[in-house]
């Protein structure tokens, strides 16, 4: 009898079924593997979860010493014109720093959907496979309590989604962690074009900043539909899923 076909495993509790030495039975190692299996990717979503907070704390800390240097070289903007001849222009530098910010900010954006899909993919693949193989073993192995009641584990994922209420505030608060990251991505390069609309006149090297800067964006807008695209279809399926 083996777990490793995706077809649901009869649990029919009838003599035939029926392990007498679940040790020595084979299911056992199988049991013990998916375990295994479960452990290891639940340690895998911990450190998806931690290097998340991660992304998010160096985000404020980037986005803090921006704020900082912005308001150090205000006066500075304000007293010196576009076209002023310094060895250093203030309103080239800020330029720069606008554009090299948004695109660090886009990619760490990307680095925490990369995360989060990995996360969800993980939760996918114990609620829609490992949980199953491991029911099915519990089913076969005490088919007396199978005829009672079906044994489920692994139910807290399933009953967050079944029980959410649907309301705004509650997809707003479990978006709010990317505050730190798209929202300065996009905010940065609107300013950007607010305080200088773009012209091929620009120098060189603001040109190849500001499309590299565009384009990275644009990945990052895509990464962000998709990411939204698939918790949204797993959580439709789950909700869905009887119990």
Same mark, same amino acid.
């Given at each position: $009898?083996?777990?490793? =076909?995706?077809?649901?495993? &009869?649990? *029919?509790?009838?003599? @035939?079924?029926?392990?007498? @030495? ?22 895998? $979503? ?10 998010? #704390? ?15 070289? +205000?006066? =500075?903007?304000? #007293?010196?014109? *576009?076209?002023? &001849? &310094?060895? !250093? #222009? ?25 995360? *989060?899909?990995?996360? /969800?993919?993980? %939760? ?27 044994? &489920?584990?692994?139910? %807290?994922?399933? %009953?967050? !989604? ?10 707003? $608060?479990? $978006? ?14 609107? +300013? +950007?074009?607010? @305080?200088?609309?773009?012209?091929? =006149? !620009?120098?060189? %090297? ?7 800067? /565009? ?10 539909? +998709? *990411? ?16």
């Amino acid at each position: $009898m083996s777990l490793t =076909d995706p077809t649901p495993i &009869s649990c *029919d509790p009838s003599p @035939d079924n029926q392990i007498n @030495d679940f040790g020595k039975s084979p299911l056992r190692f199988e049991f013990e593997a998916h375990l295994e299996e479960y452990r290891r990717f639940r340690q895998e $979503m911990s450190g998806h979860y931690t290097n998340q907070q991660q992304i998010i #704390n160096l985000a404020i800390l980037f986005l803090g010493a921006l704020i900082t240097l912005w308001q150090l070289f +205000y006066k =500075d903007l304000l #007293n010196t014109t *576009d076209g002023a &001849s &310094s060895s !250093i #222009n203030p309103h080239l530098t800020f330029h720069y720093a606008l554009l090299i910010s948004s695109i660090v900010f886009s990619i760490f954006s990307v680095m925490q959907y990369w995360h *989060d899909l990995m996360i /969800a993919q993980m %939760w996918q693949y114990i609620n829609e496979v490992l949980k199953l193989k491991i029911e099915n073993i519990l089913n076969i192995t005490y088919p007396n309590e199978y005829q009672q009641n079906k044994i &489920s584990v692994w139910e %807290w994922e399933t %009953w967050v !989604i079944k029980n959410q209420k649907g309301k705004v505030v509650e997809y707003l $608060m479990g $978006m709010a962690r990317y505050a730190t990251t798209f929202i300065p991505s996009i905010g940065l390069l609107i +300013y +950007y074009f607010i @305080d200088r609309p773009f012209s091929f =006149d !620009i120098y060189i %090297w603001e040109q190849i900043l500001f499309f590299l800067a /565009a384009i990275i964006f644009i990945i990052n807008l895509y990464c962000a539909i +998709y *990411d939204a695209r698939f918790f949204l279809v797993f959580m439709v399926r789950e909700k869905n899923k009887p119990n």
